[in-house]
């Protein structure tokens, strides 16, 4: 076998190899979802409830993991034990934390339409009642139509206002769980909803870089019924540098206070 022997590198090639890490602080959440009979179900109860803005008030997220399941095989050759590959197993769940607006609630009454809607609960008063039953749903209910996508990405841009990206999105999700949130007179602190959502498997997309849907997609129909930048300064309150980076198809990084 041949030697291989060190390579000199100069400092600048130690520096763009180091110095570039990728940092937690910058992804997107996009969660949503889409069904005929949860948009009745909503409109039945009154509840207007806004996707996108949903989106901007994660706060926490995690990249997946997934392992093999193998077996174990002893006797196919003296004295080596071999371990073979039968299954890819991904995680059970996924947990995403969020802010809470005080105007709605809009985390806590999203998901909790959801599972309700899922457990076939209608109103506060069915729930209330000492005969109280239901009926839950059939998986392609309530798996039909939602979405689940994690983007993580960096923030610097190239030359053609592009980042890197890497984008999961989950198979089959659903909310499995909504997180106690603990509540004191003590020190104030902003109220944060966590939920657990289920899936059966996620794949990463094959776009290793492009324009991040973020900001602009959140502010909704405003930005897309008008484009130039004059106009999403009026309806969004920007200013001018941002409003001509989000008309051009780029992103502005964005503080919930």
């Keep these: ?31 949503s979802f889409q069904n005929s009979r949860f948009n009745k179900f909503k409109s039945e109860l009154g509840l207007n409830l806004d996707q996108g803005r949903l989106n901007i008030l994660c706060s926490d997220a995690a990249l997946p993991g997934s392992r093999f399941l193998t077996a174990e095989i002893n006797n196919n050759l003296p004295g080596v034990r071999e371990r073979h590959v039968y299954r890819r197993s991904y995680d059970d769940q996924i947990n995403l934390s969020f802010y809470c607006d005080a105007d709605q609630y809009l985390p806590i009454r999203f998901f909790e339409a959801w599972m309700n809607f899922i457990a076939g609960t209608s109103t506060s008063e069915n729930v209330a009642s000492q005969k109280y039953s239901y009926r839950v749903k059939f998986p392609s209910e309530y798996q039909n139509g939602s979405s689940l996508e994690i983007t993580k990405f960096e923030k610097n841009l190239d030359s053609r206002r592009q980042t890197k990206i890497l984008t999961y999105k989950f198979v089959n999700c659903f909310p499995l769980a909504i997180n106690t949130m603990p509540v004191s007179y003590d020190a104030s602190n902003l109220l944060k909803c966590t939920v657990g959502m289920a899936y059966s498997r996620y794949f990463i997309e094959d776009r290793p870089a492009g324009v991040i849907p973020r900001f602009a997609n959140a502010l909704g129909g405003a930005i897309k019924r008008r484009r130039n930048v004059s106009a999403l300064v009026d309806d969004t309150g920007l200013n001018r540098r941002d409003a001509a980076i989000i008309e051009s198809g780029g992103f502005v990084e964005t503080l919930i206070e």
Excluded: E
């Design 1 to 31: 076998m041949a030697i291989i022997p060190p390579q000199r590198k100069s400092i600048s090639q130690v520096k763009a190899q180091l110095l570039n890490p990728a940092t937690t602080s910058h992804f997107q959440v996009s969660v």
